[in-house]
């Protein structure tokens, strides 16, 4: 724009006399794309504000030369919006230029709309803007919706017909970007339908964003149903930019089928196929994985008569990809080897074929290929320089095959390539990053070298200041560095070097923990080279308990801290503390995981007595468990450790009610896809036999035995020998308590009732039906509840099954099969038994006093005598009965009586009438002081005392000493020395 120069020496220069609108206009431009915003901001007013001076004061104040100073304006204030709301490019972004930090507050909603009212008004009249000027506003605002209700703005401000499809199509493409993925489509379409009723009717570009925005937010059916409106439309030409968002997003996600589908549709529509399209197709080929079909379209591009579908270098790299995607070594190795050898023309591996061999290959082979590359510096062409991403994938193939091989001369030459690795990219200088370091660290773990693995750590320090970056990703390699470390110093017991890590580096520096952080630290504890520290529970759980005081609240989620808190509740409950241990479980933030549950309803088990009511409790609460599966949500493992606390302390219905409650449905089981599901308990085995084991204590034989026929109907669990051992002990217990209320009311049994130790010789034959070797337990207690019942018969019988099944029967099993022939009045069997065991002097079986006593009781009812008392006699001289104590009498004296409380009374007078007979015997006639019988007072009888009667009875009326009970103590009788010396006088038949 011209301007009469009228300025005299005293007025200031005019920036407008030294440059045009047009310049100005590029110079604004220029500015924004340097970042240099604040300069631009004051070029702008600066150079606007001389306009609107010189359109003033102009004698020449017509309407032309009015229209022209608002369009430069106009044009300059476009500019300096559009500059605003452009992103600033990342180099400027991570400039610590102060005058760069700046201007992230230019692009902003609140800014833009001020500048466009500065335009508007800012000059005495109004400028209206342009759709360029409301394009590059709406440009600025990233949230669609934002810029959905600018827009509404816009078009009652300045009018319906002002809106172009221009600024419709900012608006649309807002929706298209990343952040409304998931649900910017709805809006897209709804704008699209609006622009179709109301005008500006969409164009090319319009649908192309909505597309985008459907095809990027999964919505590729609605995408496709689009598309197909459009072809059916007239007045929209088909072209290679509708299916370039579709073709895009396929590719990305890896939908090959759809991808080819659409080329052929693209084919229909006369459009020209470019090698471009049938790139994007092998790149969904790639990410699918098809890297054989991969080759095959590759083979067909190569023999291609049309010059627009041969393959270029992008076409060969994205099936290198596949190949090395897929793990196929040979065949990237090959097409490589095809590409180098000069095969296709003008195509030559480039360093991204490079990298992306090496991504697949062998260490050594990586390591051959970078030397290759350092040497085309030797070339005139075709230099291929190693990049940090070449030596980042050499370095991961190394930690892969490191973790794959188990030979550890082999993981050390791997380690060894790795460091070579390393090396080649110090003398590139190469800025290694952190994700480099944390690939080196980690095989230096997995080769069990903590030295490397912290002096690794301590070079990523001094060389790099990752840790003080704002990007997530790498603070999270920088993190995984150090649980790299933490990991292989935990391998060396270096427990103290780990927790100093944790402690006064990551958490200074604010770096994420993960699981593996805290798996370590644990693992570290466990294998310190302490043993102070290795075996104390308690000393471990005071340093996890530092480690916990100090984890942010993201790190108390199972997800990432659970390892520490499966072990400090362990290693609580193994001290007994039931408190500690929930206290930690209580400081885990949001919904448990297995293990966790597991460890703490564990601790509600160990503990004595148990903690049962707080399992059930647990268990109700944390019915939702993370990683668990099935409609109870509640893990095998930990259900069953709840039902053991239950059983424990004998509360066997909540147990079975929490299996009923939590256990998977079996057809839910019997549906699952995979075997180890199917075939897994409700519960574990120990489980159930914890609550048989409770109905056998609370004489629940019945609930015993139907939880033993159920177990694998309903619990989807086989028995096993523990499993009917505590059934047949039920038996045993019941058989023994009706015989005890039998004998208390002088009921006789019914024959035709059911009898338990009926039940228990069932349960030892369903035993061998289901191949399953009872234990001299199972026995034992199948005999006890014989002997209880008085079969004799069917007892020795169980004892002649146990020989030929190889078991030797133990004196339990023994004493009760005696028993069983004193109850029958089978004698002569009870006495070849005591003889057999008295027979096996190299077994360790030795006769007791149960097998005496059974026995005299036996030879009693029979009225063996003589043979009854010399049983008796070698019982003494064997020494495994012994009567006599010393006890302190009425007037405190310490005199040795006859303890007979323990004694059956068959037994007891045996003992008595030996000694009184023994007296007869003896050269000294006198008797000083009364001789006491300790017979007890009956409180162990069923019923009322049998000792004390019988053995008054004995002394009385069959040998005839004047016997009475002592007054101050009932559980004695007293016979004087008196009445003794009497006794002796009046039977001695020889002096």
């Known amino acids: 724009m011209e301007t009469k120069d009228d300025t005299n020496n005293n007025s200031p220069q005019l920036i407008t006399s030294r440059i045009t609108p047009r310049d100005a206009s590029s110079l604004i431009r220029l500015l ?31 309407t032309s030369r009015s229209e022209e100073a608002e369009e430069a304006i106009l044009y300059a204030y476009t500019a300096a919006i559009a500059a605003c709301s452009k992103p600033l490019p990342s180099s400027l972004l991570s400039s610590k230029d102060p005058n760069q930090i700046g201007n992230s507050q230019y692009r902003s909603k609140a800014f833009l709309l001020q500048l466009l009212e500065e335009m508007e008004n800012g000059f005495g009249t109004r400028i209206l803007p342009n759709s360029y000027t409301l394009s590059a506003v709406l440009i600025g605002i990233d949230d669609g919706l934002n810029a959905l209700n600018l827009l509404e703005t816009f078009v009652e401000r300045y009018g319906k017909d002002a809106i172009t499809v221009q600024v419709y199509n900012v608006v649309l493409a807002s929706f298209s970007g990343e952040k409304y993925n998931s649900n910017g489509w709805h809006h897209a379409i709804s704008l699209l339908q609006r622009m179709k009723r109301h005008g500006p009717q969409p164009n090319e570009q319009s649908f192309s964003y909505v597309l985008q925005s459907c095809a990027g937010s999964g919505q590729l059916k609605v995408a496709l149903s689009l598309l197909d409106e459009v072809r059916q439309s007239s007045s929209m030409e088909m072209t290679s930019k509708l299916y370039l968002p579709l073709l895009k997003v396929c590719a990305k996600a890896g939908h090959s089928d759809v991808l080819w589908s659409l080329i052929n549709t693209m084919k229909d529509d006369c459009i020209q196929i470019t090698t471009m399209q049938l790139n994007l197709y092998l790149q969904s080929l790639a990410k699918a994985g098809l890297h054989i079909k991969a080759l095959g379209v590759l083979r067909g591009m190569i023999k291609q008569s049309d010059p627009m579908q041969l393959p270029d270098l992008i076409s060969f790299n994205t099936v290198l990809s596949a190949c090395a995607n897929s793990n196929d070594y040979e065949a990237a190795q090959a097409l490589f080897d095809q590409m180098k050898g000069e095969v296709f023309d003008n195509i030559r591996p480039d360093v991204v ?8 290959a062998p260490p050594q082979v990586g390591l051959d290929l970078i030397y290759e590359m350092r040497l085309t510096r030797r070339n005139r062409e075709g230099v291929v320089v190693p990049t940090g ?11 892969e095959y490191v973790k794959e091989e188990i030979d550890p001369d082999i993981r050390n030459d791997i380690f060894e390539i790795a460091l070579s690795v390393l090396g080649l990219a110090r003398n590139e200088k190469i800025n290694l990053n952190t994700f480099v370091y944390s690939a080196a660290i980690w095989i230096a773990e997995a080769v069990g070298d903590s030295s490397v693995a912290l002096q690794l750590l301590q070079e990523l320090n001094r060389d790099t200041q990752e840790s003080s970056s704002d990007d997530d990703r790498l603070r999270s390699a920088y993190g995984a560095c150090y649980d790299g470390v933490i990991s292989a110093l935990s391998k060396d017991g270096l427990y103290r070097e780990a927790l100093a890590l944790y402690h006064y580096e990551m958490q200074p520096l604010k770096l994420p923990s993960t699981r593996n952080t805290y798996k370590s630290i644990v693992h570290a504890l466990d294998n310190a080279n302490d043993e102070e520290v290795k075996k104390s529970q308690s000393k471990k759980a005071a340093l996890l308990e530092g480690v916990l005081s ?6 108390k989620s199972v997800e990432v801290g659970g390892p520490l808190f499966e072990a400090l509740i362990k290693l609580h409950g193994e001290e007994g503390s039931f408190k500690a241990a929930k206290m930690a479980f209580d400081s885990i933030i949001g919904p448990c995981d297995e293990p966790c549950l597991s460890a703490i309803l564990r601790v509600c088990s160990l503990t004595t007595p148990t903690h049962w009511k707080e399992a059930v409790l647990l268990t109700h609460s944390s019915d939702v468990v993370w990683g668990a599966r099935g409609p109870g949500m509640i893990p095998t493992r930990a259900l069953s450790y709840a039902v053991i606390a239950c059983a424990k302390s004998d509360q066997w219905k909540e147990a079975l009610n929490l299996i009923d409650l939590y256990g998977i449905d079996l057809k839910y089981r019997r549906a699952a896809a995979n075997l180890e599901s199917r075939q897994r308990g409700l519960v574990s085995i120990t489980a159930i036999n914890s609550v048989i084991r409770a109905c056998s204590r609370d004489l629940r034989p019945d609930v015993a035995v139907q939880i033993l026929n159920d177990m694998q109907t309903k619990y989807n669990i086989s028995p096993n020998e523990t499993t009917y051992r505590l059934a047949i002990i039920a038996c045993n217990h019941a058989e023994h308590r009706e015989r005890r209320q039998r004998r208390n009311t002088s009921d006789a049994s019914n ?5 338990w130790w009926e039940c228990s010789l ?4 369903r035993m061998r039906e289901d191949e399953i070797r009872p234990s001299v337990q199972a026995y034992s207690s199948a005999v006890s509840s014989l002997e209880a019942a008085g079969q004799w018969q069917r007892a020795i019988g169980v004892l002649q099954s146990m020989r030929e099944d190889g078991e030797i029967p133990n004196l339990y099993c023994l004493n009760a099969a005696i028993a069983a022939c004193e109850k029958g009045g089978a004698w002569v069997e009870a006495l070849e038994l005591y003889e057999s065991i008295r027979s096996q002097r190299k077994s360790t079986i030795r006769t007791n006093f149960i097998t005496v006593n059974s026995l005299l009781i036996a030879l009693e009812k029979a009225g063996q005598v003589e043979l009854a008392e010399s049983i008796y006699q070698e019982a003494m001289r064997d020494k495994i009965i012994s009567p006599w104590v010393r006890r302190y009498d009425n007037d405190g004296t310490l005199r040795r009586m006859m303890d007979l409380h323990k004694f059956s009374a068959p037994m007891a007078k045996i003992a008595v009438r030996g000694y009184l007979e023994s007296l007869l015997t003896r050269k000294k006639k006198v008797i000083r002081g009364d001789t006491i019988f300790i017979v007890g007072k009956g409180k162990g009888s069923e019923g009322k005392p049998v000792l004390l009667p019988t053995i008054l009875e004995l002394l009385r009326e069959e040998i005839g000493v004047d016997a009475r009970v002592d007054k101050n103590n009932v559980g004695r009788i007293r016979v004087s020395g ?4 009497e006794f002796i006088e009046s039977k001695r038949w020889k002096e």
């Open 32 to 62: 924004g794309r340097h970042g240099a915003l604040t300069s631009m901001l004051v070029f702008l007013r600066r150079f606007c504000h001389d306009i609107h001076e010189i359109n003033i004061a102009s004698s020449d104040s017509s």
């Open 353 to 360: 074929s490079f990298n992306t061999l090496i991504s697949c």
């Open 389 to 399: 991403v070449t030596f980042v994938n050499s370095i991961k193939q190394c930690r």
């Open 550 to 555: 100090r984890m942010t609240t993201s790190a």
């Open 751 to 755: 024959p035709l009732e059911f009898q």
């Open 762 to 765: 069932s349960l030892l034959r």
């Open 978 to 981: 008196a009445s003794v010396h």
